[in-house]
């Protein structure tokens, strides 16, 4: 096996993200690459829930997959969830319980472990989990000293006792994990790599608000909506060490006119909400469209209309996001693909934001925010960051009308000028007027056609994967990255490639070079309408194929791998 | 008293009705921002829409004129962004009440060191004279035909029940008294909010120059501002509407708690990403 699919289902509250994170840290320290991702429903106890890890020897394994080698079920109704997923080949270790045998194509592969009674004789059912990480490490023959240290980090805040039942309970996994391997009821095969110890591990909203932090962000004001939440309590946490004011708003009306209102004092700001809450948010964005004011929105996309599925992924906003907002003026948006990708997307967004004095978007999904990425470095040598504040004088005018449509832009309070900016259609010095002759005309060309031609040309190209000689071109944007190429590459066909893009507004005119090679272009998106696929229309005049999931899961690598081959 | 350093040229084009109270609202908050030697550049007067929300284009000052109903959250973020600027908040009770009642409340509760000034002329003026949320029972409209139904929004009282900071309320048709609140709500330390009641001469018939000045009284000198439960009595009061400074509750304001300022005191315009940092942070995460 090159690699592993290790699948943890149960209640939520059952600590299913505890072992997650107990798992992924120690074999990550013990040299393996590891990825995971989970699904699970909008409630904080019960219901069924599943956390998929990845764990394999070699880069980039971060997409997900419907194959599940070791299952793990905590709970009865586990194997009926997961059953479209389970195979002949899937051993299954669980407490008898848990193991419902209509649900196991398999018998030679179950492996019954009482759980909760070695548990009780620890110490208590508290530490049924810690048993399954034991089991675990052996597996993966993660040596001793890596796990009790882990260990100790974790629980020594808890008292010596508490600490000291984990590591018993972790210690009676292992041999019960030893023991499997010794009867050959299951061999794992993988080679450790020590470069990947010193890895680091985070998931796509602790990138998004590290990318936000490298910017420079001091100001963040958001109303909580699942799944963005996560970027503002990082920030929180981090909010002392790097100077950021966190403003819980009221609502995301309030949210998004203090983001505005910020930027016009000088500060970097950022708002994090999904589809709901920037629909309250449009005619902010519109107003930030009139002021040339700066602004940065992360929007976490789920799956709607209306309140939705609030906890599972979706690409249904790229269209809301790209008309959002009444009126006319211009927009950047981009989607990045990983968490790698979502640190300097973000990063960028503020200084493009800054630089043209638009609205910027930072477009990701529940898949995203929520995996867990381990990768080699955040390199930040080549991190640079321009404020484009000017000092102002008496003479100054923030609309003052340029060749280029780009106005210094003064803030409040810095030099002896003064900074009107009005929602209402202004003159230079940012003062009412209706002047439609003149103008407005000026006004509109110099927020959305001039400003539009800048952004063009500071586009971020798109990634091509596989063959330059290609006869068949799959297009993505942001989180559907990992699986189409990972199908990509486990196919056989050697005509198609995959066109990845991270920004998908405004589009560059000459990426329409690589649409031309193709004979059949397919756009791939988790959404029911090709939202993408209809900017690639309007832009380049080209309407391609689809392949579209809607259902509220991200692809998975079988599912994108198998329609490749049938194209 | 010489206002002219917040006078806008002589050829401004100002888009009040003649007669109308705004006239006076600018000039007495003109000669209190004289009085206390606030410089035009250190001063953000921040808008949304109507015709009250205009005022600042006819202030010789820094001007956020944003959404409507949404100036006091915008002016809020100013404030914390750089709190060595004064920060005022001038704009309607459509603005104030209706459209932004969520974030008066919210301000109220959160404390920033700004200074909010609603005109209150119980109408909607830019729209041509529909009811507001201080329009008073029985008024009557081209909407509210049969006349207004609901009670009428009472911001005092509203303030006081959530232990504001500053809650005063003056009629312009007095604007020597008027004046010296303003004042004193612009120089106090945290969320200083005053009820301004003026007439529209264009859409008001009932409550106006004359209605103004015989249907309120001032709170006697022996009135203590500090007695929240007086406040509150007074702030409910039927018939004749009292005048002055209400509630008085000097507290740390928003910006007192934000650790951004605890030992750096920069607006955040002069500050950096802190990239060593960053890199500290990303170290962290490879355990």
């Given at each position: 096996?090159?690699?592993?699919?290790?699948?943890?289902?149960?209640?939520?509250?059952?600590?299913?993200?505890?072992?997650?994170?107990?798992?992924?840290?120690?074999?990550?320290?013990?040299?393996?690459?590891?990825?995971?991702?989970?699904?699970?429903?909008?409630?904080?106890?019960?219901?069924?829930?599943?956390?998929?890890?990845?764990?394999?020897?070699?880069?980039?394994?971060?997409?997900?997959?419907?194959?599940?080698?070791?299952?793990?079920?905590?709970?009865?109704?586990?194997?009926?969830?997961?059953?479209?997923?389970?195979?002949?080949?899937?051993?299954?270790i669980?407490?008898?319980?848990?193991?419902?045998?209509?649900?196991?194509?398999?018998?030679?592969?179950?492996?019954?472990?009482?759980?909760?009674?070695?548990?009780?004789?620890?110490?208590?059912?508290?530490?049924?989990?810690?048993?399954s990480?034991g089991i675990f490490l052996a597996l993966f023959?993660?040596?001793?000293?890596?796990?009790?240290?882990?260990?100790?980090?974790?629980?020594?805040?808890?008292?010596?006792?508490?600490?000291?039942?984990?590591?018993?309970?972790?210690?009676?996994g292992s041999e019960i994990g030893n023991q499997m391997l010794?009867?050959?009821?299951?061999?794992?095969?993988?080679?450790?790599?020590?470069?990947?110890?010193?890895?680091?591990?985070?998931?796509?909203?602790?990138?998004?608000?590290?990318?936000?932090?490298?910017?420079?962000?001091?100001?963040?004001?958001?109303?909580?909506?699942?799944?963005?939440?996560?970027?503002?309590?990082?920030?929180?946490?981090?909010?002392?060490?790097?100077?950021?004011?966190?403003?819980?708003?009221?609502?995301?009306?309030?949210?998004?006119?203090?983001?505005?209102?910020?930027?016009?004092?000088?500060?970097?700001?950022?708002?994090?909400?999904?589809?709901?809450?920037?629909?309250?948010?449009?005619?902010?964005?519109?107003?930030?469209?009139?002021?040339?004011?700066?602004?940065?929105?992360?929007?976490?996309?789920?799956?709607?209309?209306?309140?939705?599925?609030?906890?599972?992924?979706?690409?249904?906003?790229?269209?809301?996001?790209?008309?959002?907002?009444?009126?006319?003026?211009?927009?950047?948006?981009?989607?990045?693909?990983?968490?790698?990708?979502?640190?300097?997307?973000?990063?960028?967004?503020?200084?493009?934001?800054?630089?043209?004095?638009?609205?910027?978007?930072?477009?990701?999904?529940?898949?995203?925010?929520?995996?867990?990425?381990?990768?080699?470095?955040?390199?930040?040598?080549?991190?640079?960051?321009?404020?484009?504040?000017?000092?102002?004088?008496?003479?100054?005018?923030?609309?003052?009308?340029?060749?280029?449509?780009?106005?210094?832009?003064?803030?409040?309070?810095?030099?002896?000028?003064?900074?009107?900016?009005?929602?209402?259609?202004?003159?230079?010095?940012?003062?009412?007027?209706?002047?439609?002759?003149?103008?407005?005309?000026?006004?509109?060309?110099?927020?959305?056609?001039?400003?539009?031609?800048?952004?063009?040309?500071?586009?971020?190209?798109?990634?091509?994967?596989?063959?330059?000689?290609?006869?068949?071109?799959?297009?993505?944007?942001?989180?559907?990255?990992?699986?189409?190429?990972?199908?990509?590459?486990?196919?056989?066909?050697?005509?198609?490639?995959?066109?990845?893009?991270?920004?998908?507004?405004?589009?560059?005119?000459?990426?329409?070079?690589?649409?031309?090679?193709?004979?059949?272009?397919?756009?791939?998106?988790?959404?029911?309408?090709?939202?993408?696929?209809?900017?690639?229309?309007?832009?380049?005049?080209?309407?391609?194929?689809?392949?579209?999931?809607?259902?509220?899961?991200?692809?998975?690598?079988?599912?994108?791998?198998?329609?490749?081959?049938?194209? | 008293?010489?206002?002219?350093?917040?006078?806008?040229?002589?050829?401004?084009?100002?888009?009040?009705?003649?007669?109308?109270?705004?006239?006076?609202?600018?000039?007495?908050?003109?000669?209190?921002?004289?009085?206390?030697?606030?410089?035009?550049?250190?001063?953000?007067?921040?808008?949304?829409?109507?015709?009250?929300?205009?005022?600042?284009?006819?202030?010789?000052?820094?001007?956020?004129?944003?959404?409507?109903?949404?100036?006091?959250?915008?002016?809020?973020?100013?404030?914390?962004?750089?709190?060595?600027?004064?920060?005022?908040?001038?704009?309607?009770?459509?603005?104030?009440?209706?459209?932004?009642?969520?974030?008066?409340?919210?301000?109220?509760?959160?404390?920033?060191?700004?200074?909010?000034?609603?005109?209150?002329?119980?109408?909607?003026?830019?729209?041509?004279?529909?009811?507001?949320?201080?329009?008073?029972?029985?008024?009557?409209?081209?909407?509210?035909?049969?006349?207004?139904?609901?009670?009428?929004?009472?911001?005092?009282?509203?303030?006081?029940?959530?232990?504001?900071?500053?809650?005063?309320?003056?009629?312009?048709?007095?604007?020597?008294?008027?004046?010296?609140?303003?004042?004193?709500?612009?120089?106090?330390?945290?969320?200083?909010?005053?009820?301004?009641?003026?007439?529209?001469?264009?859409?008001?018939?009932?409550?106006?120059?004359?209605?103004?000045?015989?249907?309120?009284?001032?709170?006697?000198?022996?009135?203590?501002?500090?007695?929240?439960?007086?406040?509150?009595?007074?702030?409910?009061?039927?018939?004749?509407?009292?005048?002055?400074?209400?509630?008085?509750?000097?507290?740390?304001?928003?910006?007192?708690?934000?650790?951004?300022?605890?030992?750096?005191?920069?607006?955040?315009?002069?500050?950096?990403?802190?990239?060593?940092?960053?890199?500290?942070?990303?170290?962290?995460?490879?355990?």
């Amino acid at each position: 096996m090159k690699e592993v699919s290790i699948v943890l289902c149960g209640e939520a509250g059952q600590g299913i993200a505890t072992v997650e994170q107990l798992v992924t840290g120690m074999l990550k320290l013990s040299g393996y690459h590891v990825y995971s991702t989970s699904e699970f429903m909008s409630r904080i106890r019960g219901g069924t829930n599943s956390t998929l890890i990845r764990i394999s020897d070699e880069k980039s394994k971060s997409a997900f997959i419907d194959r599940i080698d070791i299952l793990f079920p905590l709970s009865s109704k586990a194997l009926k969830h997961l059953e479209h997923r389970i195979s002949p080949e899937t051993i299954i270790i669980g407490e008898e319980g848990n193991i419902a045998e209509e649900y196991c194509p398999n018998r030679a592969n179950i492996i019954k472990v009482d759980f909760t009674k070695i548990a009780n004789e620890i110490g208590g059912k508290i530490y049924t989990n810690i048993v399954s990480v034991g089991i675990f490490l052996a597996l993966f023959g993660v040596e001793e000293n890596i796990s009790k240290s882990y260990l100790t980090k974790r629980f020594s805040s808890k008292g010596d006792t508490i600490l000291q039942n984990n590591i018993k309970a972790c210690q009676r996994g292992s041999e019960i994990g030893n023991q499997m391997l010794e009867d050959g009821k299951l061999k794992i095969d993988l080679q450790k790599d020590d470069s990947v110890k010193n890895y680091l591990t985070l998931n796509g909203s602790q990138a998004i608000a590290m990318g936000s932090i490298a910017a420079g962000l001091n100001f963040i004001s958001s109303y909580p909506m699942s799944p963005s939440t996560g970027v503002l309590v990082f920030l929180s946490q981090k909010a002392e060490d790097f100077g950021i004011i966190i403003d819980q708003a009221e609502d995301e009306i309030a949210a998004v006119n203090k983001g505005i209102g910020a930027w016009y004092a000088g500060a970097r700001a950022m708002i994090t909400t999904s589809g709901g809450g920037f629909a309250l948010m449009t005619e902010g964005l519109s107003l930030s469209g009139i002021l040339e004011t700066p602004m940065v929105f992360h929007i976490a996309q789920r799956p709607g209309p209306g309140t939705g599925l609030p906890t599972r992924t979706g690409q249904e906003d790229l269209q809301f996001v790209l008309n959002g907002g009444h009126g006319e003026f211009a927009r950047a948006i981009f989607a990045p693909g990983n968490a790698e990708e979502a640190f300097f997307l973000t990063q960028h967004a503020f200084n493009l934001a800054d630089k043209y004095q638009v609205p910027v978007f930072i477009l990701s999904d529940q898949f995203l925010v929520d995996s867990h990425y381990s990768l080699p470095d955040l390199d930040l040598t080549n991190i640079k960051n321009t404020k484009y504040i000017e000092k102002t004088d008496e003479n100054y005018k923030r609309y003052l009308l340029t060749e280029n449509g780009i106005s210094p832009r003064g803030i409040p309070g810095y030099g002896s000028g003064l900074v009107n900016v009005d929602s209402d259609e202004h003159d230079e010095e940012g003062h009412i007027t209706e002047d439609v002759h003149d103008l407005r005309p000026k006004m509109v060309d110099k927020r959305l056609y001039k400003k539009l031609k800048l952004l063009k040309e500071d586009f971020v190209k798109p990634e091509l994967i596989g063959p330059t000689d290609y006869s068949i071109l799959l297009i993505g944007w942001g989180s559907t990255y990992s699986a189409v190429k990972e199908a990509l590459e486990l196919s056989t066909r050697k005509d198609v490639a995959f066109l990845h893009f991270k920004q998908v507004y405004p589009l560059s005119e000459d990426t329409i070079d690589y649409l031309k090679k193709a004979k059949k272009v397919v756009v791939v998106e988790n959404n029911a309408t090709a939202q993408f696929g209809k900017v690639i229309t309007l832009e380049y005049n080209i309407k391609p194929d689809q392949f579209l999931k809607y259902n509220g899961m991200p692809f998975s690598v079988e599912e994108v791998k198998e329609f490749i081959e049938k194209i | 008293m010489d206002t002219s350093i917040y006078d806008m040229p002589h050829e401004t084009d100002v888009a009040w009705c003649p007669g109308c109270g705004n006239f006076s609202i600018l000039k007495i908050v003109k000669q209190a921002l004289t009085e206390l030697d606030i410089k035009p550049e250190k001063l953000v007067m921040a808008s949304g829409i109507g015709q009250a929300a205009k005022t600042p284009h006819y202030l010789k000052t820094n001007v956020f004129n944003g959404l409507h109903g949404r100036a006091v959250a915008a002016a809020m973020a100013v404030k914390a962004a750089n709190p060595e600027l004064t920060v005022i908040v001038e704009s309607g009770d459509g603005c104030s009440f209706g459209e932004g009642g969520n974030h008066f409340i919210h301000n109220i509760l959160r404390n920033p060191n700004i200074t909010h000034l609603a005109h209150d002329n119980m109408v909607y003026g830019l729209t041509k004279g529909q009811a507001s949320p201080t329009s008073q029972f029985g008024f009557i409209t081209p909407v509210q035909v049969q006349g207004v139904t609901n009670e009428p929004f009472n911001p005092l009282a509203l303030a006081i029940a959530l232990d504001a900071a500053f809650v005063a309320r003056v009629s312009i048709a007095d604007q020597e008294k008027s004046f010296e609140v303003i004042k004193q709500a612009i120089s106090f330390k945290g969320y200083s909010f005053v009820d301004i009641l003026q007439p529209c001469v264009s859409f008001n018939k009932i409550n106006t120059w004359k209605w103004f000045r015989e249907n309120v009284y001032y709170l006697e000198e022996s009135y203590d501002p500090k007695n929240r439960t007086e406040a509150f009595k007074r702030a409910t009061e039927k018939g004749k509407l009292p005048l002055g400074v209400f509630y008085k509750n000097e507290k740390p304001t928003f910006e007192d708690y934000l650790p951004v300022y605890k030992t750096n005191k920069d607006p955040l315009f002069k500050r950096e990403a802190n990239l060593p940092q960053l890199q500290k942070l990303i170290d962290s995460m490879r355990q």
